[in-house]
């Protein structure tokens, strides 16, 4: 579990690709201090397992899964990426909850200075954007987000200067794809919604008369 609040920028040492996977050497210093083989470490949003520990970062295994839901297989040598390691049970959650299990990607179609902010507007998949709502929580790249706006799959967010500093926010351009988690809490009312819906079997959205008739409004 984490909390999208990145603790580092890693650089791609190595990015090998094998059968369907890839492996990743990833360079870095702040997380190393107590990291261990087997530990879980969110890249760019993406869980993964730690396999090796080098002196200046460490080594992960994605699998075709990971490859197949993430912008991974668009890793090279060079690549910055985002690192936070697992919430301990002894920290404040000052992110929101996030599982680092990625759903999909949004593509990055604009970004506009707002003073001394910038606004970043993505598009994702319409089975992604049920999941997200305005002032709601989003993940992009690993980073705990708040949606600013959104409007069908097209959806904003208001990034302060400290985030788009300390992040790989900065080297996004237009076009981009990047590695979306929505709410978890919006998954699981959005299946508890649809599958407690006599009338609504093969429904695909969440609707007024849908909360209504299961006692939410």
């Known amino acids: ?45 993406a869980c993964q397992t730690v396999t090796e520990i080098l002196p200046q970062g460490f080594k992960v295994f994605a699998s075709s899964e990971t490859l197949r839901v993430t912008t991974f297989n668009n890793l090279t040598a060079g690549h910055y990426v985002n690192l936070e390691r697992t919430l301990r049970l002894c920290d404040r959650l000052d992110g929101h909850i996030v599982s680092g299990h990625i759903d999909g990607t949004a593509k990055l179609q604009r970004i506009e200075k707002d003073g001394e902010s910038f606004v970043f507007t993505f598009l994702t998949d319409n089975s992604l954007a ?14 705990s ?30 076009e981009d794809l990047v590695n979306i988690e929505t709410d978890v809490i919006a998954k699981y009312v959005e299946k508890y919604l649809l599958s407690n819906d006599n009338n609504s079997k093969n429904a695909t959205t969440i609707d007024m008369n849908l909360l209504e008739r299961n006692g939410f409004l």
Not at 14 to 22: I, M, P, Q, T, V
Not at 130 to 143: A, E, L, M, P
């Open 145 to 174: 987000l708040t949606v600013a706006d959104i409007n069908d799959n097209v959806f904003k967010i208001a990034v302060i200067p400290h985030t788009y500093a300390n992040t790989t926010l900065k080297y996004l351009k237009t």
């Open 130 to 143: 049920r999941q997200i709502i305005r002032k709601g929580s989003v993940t992009i790249n690993g980073i």
């Open 1 to 45: 579990m984490f909390t999208g609040l990145v603790e580092e920028i890693g650089k791609v040492i190595r990015a090998d690709k094998g059968n369907n996977s890839l492996y990743l050497t990833i360079g870095c210093t702040k997380i190393l201090e107590g990291l261990k083989i087997g530990d879980s470490v969110a890249v760019n949003g």
